[in-house]
């Protein structure tokens, strides 16, 4: 895995931020953490890259990845799929039942917009798309809510390496990552949490919580 780190780092391209964010995505484990936010970085501080293609690119990317995953739920079913989880490939790629699991019972609470708001969550991003594959979520319904929380997700990324560049002393793509690895994850949660409490705000007002009606 550090070998292909340190081959991203060193080749970081617009179709290497698509191809990388597309693994990334999809049930193969890369960390995101690698190739937005010193591709970003690199934009800032170098100008070799834009850091709105750089968003664009792993958008792209990612929802390459996720149509994968949903392919192949949709195409081989639940029981494939739980075997597969539980075979040595699966748990090689860091893959079983009880995170296909956990993905499922996301969905199920959530419903469609699980596909949005799991795509900012770090336990679940990764996997969210086999669930809405499993229940035959519309295609197009699919497209949308993963463009858009992809589309999310990423832009944090590349705002956390637009402020890694302005970080005195921090003068590498591997400080970056390291960086970006530490913080993530949290920041990832927080905006979850805002999410959430936005949702039952909006419940709230709306009357959900007073038999049906408005205040």
């Known amino acids: 895995m550090q070998i292909i780190v340190e081959w991203v780092l060193e080749h970081l391209s ?4 698509v191809v990388f964010m597309a693994i990334e995505s999809s049930f193969i ?10 591709a970003a970085w690199l934009a800032t501080v170098s100008g070799e890259m ?3 293609l750089v968003i664009v690119c792993a958008t792209i990317g990612a929802l390459i990845g996720a149509l994968v995953n949903y392919g192949l739920a949709l195409w081989l079913g639940r029981p494939i799929v739980y075997a597969f989880a539980n075979s040595r490939w699966g748990h090689l790629l860091l893959i079983d039942a009880e995170k296909v699991e956990n993905a499922e ?10 596909t949005f708001v799991g795509r900012l969550v770090p336990a679940v991003r990764q996997l969210i798309s086999i669930p809405a594959g499993l229940a035959r979520m519309g295609l197009a319904r699919f497209v949308c809510f993963t463009t858009l929380g992809a589309g999310i997700w990423n832009t944090i990324l590349a705002l956390l390496g637009y402020y890694c ?3 005195p002393g921090l ?3 591997e400080q970056v990552v390291e960086l970006a690895g530490r913080y993530s994850h949290e920041i990832g ?7 959430l409490i936005a949702l039952l705000y909006i419940l709230y007002k709306g009357g959900v919580f007073k ?3 408005k205040a």
């Open 211 to 213: 038999g049906g009606r």
């Open 14 to 17: 617009y179709w290497v931020i």
């Open 171 to 173: 003068e590498t793509k």
């Open 29 to 38: 484990p890369f960390p995101s953490e690698v190739i937005v936010p010193p």
């Open 165 to 167: 560049s302005r970080i």
């Open 189 to 195: 949660y927080a905006i979850l949490a805002v999410i």
């Open 50 to 52: 834009n850091i709105v």
């Open 105 to 114: 019972k996301f969905f199920d609470r959530h419903g469609a917009v699980s």
